[in-house]
């Protein structure tokens, strides 16, 4: 499955939740929404207003989610 957080610079969340997939060995890419407005445009047609945005198959959702990450592995 691949795995990609939508992130912003200096976003606490966005941090944590890459600390908490590294953790698990999870691997995942990393597009930042201030660079990329292509991605930034998906995610805000998903409806998402927060960063991360963590998209992982057909699963996603936005915010620290450790109770998601958890499922992932």
């Known amino acids: 499955m691949s795995i990609t957080v ?3 610079p200096a976003c606490v969340q966005c941090t944590a939740t890459t600390r908490a997939l590294q953790a ?9 929404l201030t660079q990329d407005e292509t991605a930034y445009a998906h995610v805000s ?13 057909d699963a996603h959702w936005s915010g620290f989610r450790p109770d998601l990450i958890g499922q992932l592995s």
């Open 24 to 32: 698990r060995g999870i691997e995942f890419d990393v597009v930042d």
């Open 45 to 57: 047609g998903l409806g998402y207003r927060q960063a991360p945005v963590v998209i992982a198959g």
């Open 6 to 8: 939508y992130s912003k």
